[in-house]
C-alpha cells in the first residue's frame, strides 16, 4: 500500500501539466492547484480504503483521465440546463416553466442596456415599476388594478398582512393547504400577523359556517385554492361568488389564493381538463383580491402576480413589505413579454411553452416519439432496445392535479445497464438527462422534449453507456 502512495505524482507536477493544456488557461492557477490537491486527497483515500488496489491504476495517462473529468465537474457551473423527458410540464424541481425565445430576449436586453424601469418616458421623471405590467394585467383580466411582487407566497403574505393584520381571516378547513417547499396556509398567516379563523369541516364547508364565524374582529374570507389535492366523494365548497355575497354583506373584503393562475380556457379550446377557474372569471365573480403565480400554468417567469378591486391594491402597493417582495427588472421583463401573448389566447396556446405542451396532442406525441426513437437508433453507439408504449404526462406544479395527459413515451433497456443505473448515470451526463422508468424501461417522454434537443438528448445516452459498453 505505501508503495502506491508513492506512485501518486506531486501537485507541482501535475499543476506543471496542466499549464500547458489550453483547456485550463482560463482558470486561476491558485484554484487549479487548490482542486489537484484535493483531487489527490481523494486518491490517497481511496488507497487506504482498498478501492485503489493496483499499480495500473495509478499510471500517469489513467491518472491523467481521471483528474480532467474531476477538474471539469468542479469547474462547471453548479446552475446548468437539463434535458426535462419526465413529461411533467410544470416541473417545480426542473424550473417549473420554461420561458419562450422573445420573453428570455427580453430578459436579456433588460441585463445587458439601461431601462425605463423606474423612469416615465413621458414627463421625464421618476416611474413607476409597477406601470410596465398593470394595464396588461388588467386588460386580460378585466381587474380594475393589478401588482406584481417577487412570487405567490410573497403575493399572500404582502396581502394579508395588509388587509387582515391582526384580525381574524375565515378559511374553510377543507383549505388549509400544504403547497410543498413548506408554504402552509397557517403558517403564513401566522408570518402575517393575522389570525386563522377555521370554519367547517375537512370535506364540507357551508355559507352558514362563515356567516357564524364573522365577528367584529373579521379582517378578511380567504378561499385558497386546493391546487395539489383534490377531495371526492362526500363533500362541499363554498363557492367564491357566495363568499362575495357574503362579503358584501359584512363589508369585508374576499381574498383568493389561486396558486396556479390560470387565464386559458382550456375547456373553450376543446380541452376538458377537470374543472379550473380562470382568473377572468375569478374577477368577474366578483374576488377583492386574487393573487397567482407567474411560472406555473401561465408559462411566465417566477412572480406573485395580484388582481382584483383598485381600492385593495392601492392599500398593498403602499405597504412598506412591498420593498422586500418587489419584483427584479428581468422578471418583469419575462412577464411583460409573456402577458402580450395573453392578448390572444391563440397566440398564447402556440407561443408560450407551457400551454403548447399541455395541449400537445396525442397523435403528434405519437410522431413525435417515433422520431425520437429514430434520432435514437441512429446515434446511439450501444446494443440497446428500442419501444415506444402509451403512458402519461403531467401537468405539475400542483395544477390539473389527478389530470393524465395520454402520450407515447420512447422506452430504453439494455443489458449494459438496468433502468435505474441508466437513470442515475444521466444526471451525471452533460447535460443530464432526466426521465422516468416504468415497466422497466428507461422511459422518455416527448412532450416535455425540444426536437432541437434530441441530439444532445442521444449525446447524453451515449456518455452515459460510455464506461459500461468497454
Ligand atoms: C404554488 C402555490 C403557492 C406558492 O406560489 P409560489 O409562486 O411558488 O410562491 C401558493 N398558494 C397556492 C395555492 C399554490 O398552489
Redesign the pocket.
Known amino acids: 500500500m505505501s508503495n502506491l502512495y508513492r506512485l501518486l505524482p506531486s501537485v507541482d507536477s501535475l499543476l506543471g501539466d496542466l499549464s500547458d493544456d489550453g483547456a485550463y488557461q482560463s482558470l486561476p492557477r491558485a484554484f487549479i492547484r487548490e482542486l489537484i490537491n484535493d483531487f489527490l486527497v481523494l486518491c490517497r483515500e481511496e488507497i487506504k480504503a482498498g478501492v485503489i488496489t493496483d499499480k495500473g491504476e495509478l499510471n500517469y495517462s489513467r491518472l491523467r483521465t481521471r483528474l480532467d473529468a474531476y477538474l471539469k465537474t468542479h469547474t462547471r457551473p453548479h446552475f446548468r440546463r437539463v434535458i426535462n423527458a419526465t413529461g411533467v410540464i410544470i416541473h417545480t424541481n426542473l424550473g417549473r416553466s420554461i420561458l419562450n425565445r422573445k420573453a428570455a430576449e427580453a430578459v436579456w436586453e433588460a441585463c445587458l442596456h439601461y431601462s425605463n424601469l423606474e423612469f416615465s418616458l413621458d414627463t421625464g421623471k421618476r416611474g413607476s415599476r409597477y406601470s410596465h405590467v398593470e394595464e396588461l394585467l388588467c386588460r386580460i383580466t378585466g381587474a380594475e388594478a393589478g401588482l406584481v411582487v417577487n412570487?405567490?407566497?410573497?403575493?399572500?403574505l404582502i396581502i394579508l398582512d395588509t388587509l387582515a393584520k391582526g384580525r381574524e381571516v375565515i378559511v374553510s378547513r377543507g383549505q388549509l393547504?400544504e403547497?410543498g417547499?413548506s408554504?402552509r396556509?397557517p403558517d403564513v398567516m401566522t408570518k402575517s400577523g393575522a389570525v386563522l379563523k377555521e370554519v367547517g369541516a375537512t370535506n364540507r364547508t357551508h355559507v352558514k359556517d362563515y356567516e357564524e364565524a364573522i365577528s367584529s374582529q373579521t379582517g378578511a374570507l380567504l378561499k385558497?385554492?386546493?391546487?395539489?389535492y383534490r377531495i371526492i366523494g362526500f363533500h362541499k365548497e363554498v363557492s367564491l361568488k357566495d363568499l362575495v355575497k357574503i362579503g358584501e354583506g359584512h363589508s369585508l373584503p374576499v381574498i383568493e389564493?389561486?396558486?396556479?393562475g390560470n387565464f386559458f380556457d382550456f375547456a373553450a379550446h376543446g380541452y376538458h381538463f377537470m374543472p379550473e377557474p380562470t382568473v377572468q372569471q375569478v374577477v368577474k365573480d366578483g374576488v377583492s383580491v386574487v393573487s397567482f403565480?407567474?411560472?406555473?400554468l401561465l408559462g411566465g417567469p417566477?412572480?406573485?402576480i395580484i388582481a382584483g378591486k383598485k381600492e385593495y391594491i392601492d392599500r398593498i402597493k403602499k405597504n412598506p413589505m412591498n420593498r422586500a417582495v418587489r419584483i427584479d427588472k428581468m422578471t418583469l421583463a419575462a412577464l411583460e413579454s409573456t402577458l402580450r401573448f395573453y392578448l390572444d389566447p391563440n397566440v398564447a396556446m402556440r407561443e408560450i411553452p407551457t400551454l403548447r405542451m399541455i395541449t400537445m396532442k396525442s397523435e403528434e406525441l405519437g410522431k413525435a416519439a417515433r422520431k425520437l426513437r429514430n434520432r435514437i437508433r441512429k446515434n446511439i453507439k450501444y446494443e440497446v432496445q428500442l419501444s415506444i408504449f402509451p403512458a402519461h404526462s403531467r401537468v405539475g406544479?400542483?395544477s390539473f392535479p389527478e389530470q393524465d395527459l395520454p402520450t407515447h413515451v420512447v422506452g430504453i433497456k439494455s443489458s449494459l445497464l438496468n433502468s435505474e443505473q441508466l437513470r442515475d448515470r444521466l444526471l451525471q451526463t452533460d447535460p443530464p438527462l432526466i426521465g422516468r422508468i416504468e415497466n422497466d424501461f428507461f422511459c422518455l417522454d416527448p412532450r416535455t422534449v425540444e426536437e432541437g434537443e434530441y441530439k444532445i438528448l442521444c449525446d447524453a445516452l451515449n456518455q452515459a453507456f460510455e464506461k459500461a459498453g468497454n
Request: charged share 10%; net charge negative; no cysteine.
Open positions: 412570487n405567490n407566497a410573497s403575493a399572500v393547504v403547497i417547499g408554504f396556509i385558497v385554492h386546493t391546487s395539489n389564493d389561486m396558486g396556479s403565480s407567474g411560472d406555473k417566477q412572480a406573485g406544479g400542483g
